[in-house]
T-cell receptor, first 112, second 114 residues
Framework: DADVTQTPRNRITKTGKRIMLECSQT?????MYWYRQDPGLGLRLIYY???????NKGEISDGYSVSRQAQAKFSLSLESAIPNQTALYFC???????????FGQGTRLTVV | GENVGLHLPTLSVQEGDNSIINCAYS??????FIWYKQESGKGPQFIID?????DKRQGQRVTVLLNKTVKHLSLQIAATQPGDSAVYFC?????????????FGQGTILTVHP
């Protein structure tokens, strides 16, 4: 089983719908992240959490919200999806500052 | 704001050649750098890292060089193979008040021709 699991892997949704992307990890890491990837661009940070009680906005948090339900679970929500939120979304975890982040396989989201 | 960027968006090489992928960063407070490889349909995978107190680090067929004077990072892949074809990202760990947030560069597409 993968250390970082994202569900769903693919999703098509309509404009205005609420959608939740889920992430769970078995690495026991405190730190979790949500990134967005668009063609020709690097990964941009949406939100990050350094422990269950710590939630921080990244560089592109507008239109998104997150919930850290437990150390192992970090979900990303789009309250009212819009077409320019069509992208590849990645969840990642790390153990502490100055260490590598481990990524999930990604969720491909299409908003029509 | 400060960010990480790449000089070359695409790089094509012949199998067996050495590849060099470059990255410029602007945050002088960054203290840790990582290179990731992303294959089609997959999440980024760790290749090699380097801390700011080092200039060079070697792995299996890969070497990362860090030049703090000019804020430049490079990834060298020796004897490049078709399986090395992927998108390569550099990422920097911002220290200080950002306490460990990774910021990614744009990415370089490496294509290896047989």
């Amino acid at each position: 089983d993968a250390d970082v699991t994202q569900t769903p892997r693919n999703r098509i949704t309509k404009t205005g719908k609420r959608i939740m992307l889920e992430c769970s990890q078995t690495k026991g890491h405190d730190r979790m992240y949500w990134y967005r990837q668009d063609p020709g661009l690097g990964l941009r940070l949406i939100y990050y959490s350094f422990d269950v009680k710590d939630i921080n906005k990244g560089e592109i948090s507008d239109g998104y919200s997150v919930s850290r339900q437990a150390q192992a679970k970090f979900s990303l929500s789009l309250e009212s999806a819009i077409p320019n939120q069509t992208a590849l979304y990645f969840c990642a975890t790390s153990s502490r500052p100055g260490t590598e982040a481990f990524f999930g396989q990604g969720t491909r989201l299409t908003v029509v | 704001g400060e960010n990480v960027g790449l000089h070359l968006p695409t790089l094509s090489v012949q199998e067996g050649d050495n590849s060099i992928i470059n990255c410029a960063y602007s945050n002088s407070a960054s203290d840790y750098f990582i290179w990731y490889k992303q294959e089609s349909g997959k999440g980024p995978q760790f290749i090699i890292d380097i801390r700011s107190n080092m200039d060079k680090r070697q792995g299996q067929r890969v070497t990362v060089l860090l030049n703090k004077t000019v804020k430049h990072l490079s990834l060298q892949i020796a004897a490049t193979q078709p399986g090395d074809s992927a998108v390569y990202f550099c990422a920097e760990n911002t220290g200080g008040t950002s306490y460990g947030k990774l910021t990614f560069g744009q990415g370089t597409i490496l294509t290896v021709h047989p």
